[in-house]
């Protein structure tokens, strides 16, 4: 009897679920999960002198599962929605699912041989990069607390492993505890503050919550959700004042990880933040605005003047990555103010686009770099136009280009964003857009000491033989340089880029 009705109960699931499965829309987290599964048994399989072959592996699941989504996006038909639209593939989760399977795959070039050399264990890295990496694919897709959560902690957990990778370093064992330990603090703050959204609106949807919340009506509690939620999510981003993880964690892991979380991990909490609060907390402004906004005034400026302080180039790229976040923020403390509201999307996605780029092609200037000098000491870099003068002409790209300097990307992922929040024509969406400027200059100070020591200070130990750079950070640094170099020569190649996402309506439903 009991069996039966379990038949009855599965027949219902499956009656609800199965008209809404939509195996091309689900393609990308098929192959990633088919992936997972494949890296992992053969590993199994392989002896220590073939584990090599695990990057190619990991590196081909990515292509492969890159592949739906450019199909996904060529074909152009109207969005799929599963699930009864909590679970949506449209053009906004399909440009931003390009953006992380891009990365994941520099990322896979750039950790290669250090992970060859290093002695680690391949297999279990990339297994784990895979997972983090299909939690970022979802979380593109997900319109629901209850997906948005899941989502987080599948990209979460392993990262929290990778950070501590170096078993036998104490730096990197503290960077995955502090890393672990903040991050499950921020994860019961953000699921404390979606109960009490729940509890006060009767549904995890999205859009339903957002059908519920009331600007100048709001509960209590629902306040408290606001702040609760924002709060656990700007961890994610590494916000001022939840940013203190970050240097600590970035320096201790190794130095492939400390990008993957720099971008990648980053790039999905914005997500994250973009999709709550452009969807289910719009009618919040008056509580979400002025919390967005006070975030990112401090995330621009304290991150910038503790970069400037830094003598080790991974700390000070640790800080600019919370500066960085700051500059992404801005678009959102003005959503639905003036006449930004159609151009916020665009702003953050070109943003993170852009920023994946020029990161991680300087992350792989300083792991080539440090396989010879041993150092992450920003004087390591010393006259090395004169024995690298190809790594040095790149790292002036990517520096130049974090900088905001024309003609590379970062200066049109600035200027859209300047742009979005000079459009909404208030007085603090003004101020907000003066201390973003006064922070861009502060900035250019610390990329340009770097700049200083690559071309004009001695190598520090009078060594000026040439750096052999394996051939995965070759190709590492060759897409990364054209994408910065690209994307900023043809800026309307990435606004056409961003015009995808169908910015009037990918979050509006």
């Given at each position: 009897?009991?069996?039966?009705g379990?038949?009855?109960?599965?027949?219902?699931?499956?009656?609800?679920?199965?008209?809404?499965?939509?195996?091309?829309?689900?393609?990308p987290?098929?192959?990633?999960?088919?992936?997972?599964?494949?890296?992992?048994?053969i590993?199994?399989?392989l002896?220590?002198?073939?584990?090599?072959?695990?990057?190619?592996?990991?590196?081909?699941?990515?292509?492969?599962?890159?592949?739906?989504?450019?199909?996904?996006?060529?074909?152009?038909d109207?969005?799929?929605?599963?699930?009864?639209g909590?679970?949506?593939?449209?053009?906004y989760?399909?440009?931003?699912?390009?953006?992380?399977?891009?990365?994941?795959y520099?990322?896979?070039?750039?950790?290669q041989?250090?992970?060859?050399?290093g002695?680690?264990?391949?297999?279990?890295?990339?297994?784990?990069?895979?997972?983090?990496?299909?939690?970022?694919?979802?979380?593109?897709?997900?319109?629901?607390?209850?997906?948005?959560?899941?989502?987080?902690?599948?990209?979460s957990?392993?990262?929290?492993?990778?950070?501590?990778?170096?078993?036998?370093?104490?730096?990197?064992?503290?960077?995955?505890?502090?890393y672990?330990?903040?991050?499950?603090?921020?994860?019961?703050?953000?699921l404390?503050?979606?109960?009490?959204?729940?509890?006060?609106?009767?549904?995890?949807?999205?859009?339903?919550?957002?059908?519920?919340?009331?600007?100048?009506?709001?509960?209590g509690?629902?306040?408290?959700?606001?702040?609760?939620?924002?709060?656990?999510?700007?961890?994610?981003?590494?916000a001022?004042?939840?940013?203190?993880?970050?240097?600590?964690?970035?320096?201790?892991?190794?130095?492939?990880?400390?990008?993957f979380?720099?971008?990648a991990?980053?790039?999905?909490?914005?997500?994250a933040?973009?999709?709550?609060?452009?969807?289910?907390?719009?009618?919040?402004?008056?509580?979400?605005?002025?919390?967005?906004w006070?975030?990112?005034?401090?995330?621009?400026?304290?991150?910038n003047?503790?970069?400037l302080?830094?003598?080790?180039?991974?700390?000070?790229?640790?800080?600019?990555?919370?500066?960085?976040?700051?500059?992404?923020?801005?678009?959102?403390?003005?959503?639905?103010?003036?006449?930004?509201g159609?151009?916020?999307?665009?702003?953050?996605?070109?943003?993170?686009?852009?920023?994946?780029?020029?990161?991680l092609?300087?992350?792989?200037?300083?792991?080539?770099?440090?396989?010879?000098?041993?150092?992450?000491?920003?004087?390591?870099?010393?006259?090395?136009?004169?024995?690298a003068?190809g790594l040095?002409?790149?790292?002036t790209?990517?520096?130049?280009?974090?900088?905001?300097?024309?003609?590379?990307?970062?200066?049109?992922?600035?200027?859209n964003?300047?742009?979005?929040?000079?459009?909404?024509?208030?007085?603090?969406?003004?101020?907000?857009?003066?201390?973003g400027?006064?922070?861009?200059?502060i900035?250019?100070a610390?990329?340009?000491?770097?700049?200083?020591?690559?071309?004009?200070?001695?190598?520090p130990?009078g060594?000026?033989?040439?750096i052999?750079?394996?051939?995965s950070?070759?190709?590492?640094?060759?897409?990364t340089?054209?994408?910065?170099?690209?994307l900023?020569?043809?800026?309307?190649?990435?606004?056409?880029f961003?015009?995808?996402?169908?910015?009037?309506?990918?979050?509006?439903?």
């Amino acid at each position: 009897m009991i069996f039966a009705g379990s038949q009855s109960v599965i027949a219902q699931i499956n009656q609800w679920v199965a008209p809404t499965i939509d195996w091309h829309a689900l393609a990308p987290e098929l192959v990633l999960i088919v992936g997972i599964n494949l890296v992992l048994f053969i590993d199994l399989s392989l002896g220590a002198a073939k584990k090599w072959a695990m990057a190619t592996l990991t590196g081909l699941v990515f292509l492969a599962a890159f592949i739906p989504v450019v199909t996904l996006a060529v074909i152009g038909d109207a969005s799929r929605e599963m699930f009864d639209g909590r679970y949506v593939v449209d053009g906004y989760s399909l440009i931003l699912k390009a953006i992380f399977l891009l990365a994941a795959y520099v990322l896979v070039l750039m950790s290669q041989n250090e992970l060859e050399e290093g002695g680690y264990y391949q297999g279990e890295f990339y297994v784990l990069m895979m997972c983090s990496v299909l939690g970022m694919v979802m979380m593109t897709s997900a319109r629901d607390l209850i997906a948005i959560f899941v989502a987080l902690e599948l990209l979460s957990i392993p990262a929290y492993m990778m950070a501590a990778w170096r078993k036998r370093d104490s730096r990197s064992n503290e960077a995955g505890v502090k890393y672990y330990l903040l991050g499950v603090f921020a994860s019961a703050v953000l699921l404390y503050g979606m109960s009490f959204l729940y509890g006060t609106t009767g549904s995890t949807k999205l859009t339903d919550i957002g059908a519920s919340l009331v600007d100048g009506d709001l509960l209590g509690l629902q306040v408290l959700a606001v702040v609760f939620v924002l709060g656990g999510l700007a961890f994610k981003i590494s916000a001022v004042p939840f940013h203190s993880w970050a240097p600590d964690t970035y320096e201790g892991a190794p130095t492939p990880v400390t990008a993957f979380l720099s971008v990648a991990s980053k790039a999905a909490g914005f997500v994250a933040l973009m999709s709550i609060v452009m969807l289910a907390l719009a009618p919040a402004n008056s509580v979400v605005r002025p919390m967005l906004w006070v975030l990112a005034a401090l995330t621009m400026t304290v991150g910038n003047v503790m970069a400037l302080r830094q003598t080790n180039i991974v700390r000070m790229l640790a800080y600019s990555s919370v500066s960085q976040g700051g500059f992404i923020l801005m678009p959102l403390v003005v959503i639905g103010t003036g006449n930004a509201g159609d151009s916020v999307l665009r702003a953050v996605i070109v943003y993170l686009l852009i920023y994946a780029f020029m990161n991680l092609g300087a992350f792989s200037i300083v792991i080539a770099v440090a396989r010879r000098t041993r150092s992450g000491e920003i004087t390591s870099f010393g006259g090395l136009f004169g024995y690298a003068p190809g790594l040095a002409v790149l790292m002036t790209i990517f520096m130049a280009s974090l900088a905001g300097i024309p003609p590379l990307g970062g200066w049109i992922a600035k200027f859209n964003v300047f742009k979005t929040v000079l459009d909404a024509g208030d007085t603090a969406a003004y101020v907000l857009a003066l201390i973003g400027a006064v922070n861009t200059v502060i900035a250019a100070a610390y990329y340009m000491r770097v700049l200083r020591q690559v071309w004009m200070a001695p190598a520090p130990d009078g060594d000026v033989s040439p750096i052999k750079v394996p051939s995965s950070i070759q190709a590492a640094l060759a897409i990364t340089a054209v994408g910065t170099v690209l994307l900023g020569v043809l800026p309307g190649l990435v606004l056409r880029f961003g015009d995808i996402t169908d910015l009037t309506g990918a979050l509006a439903r």
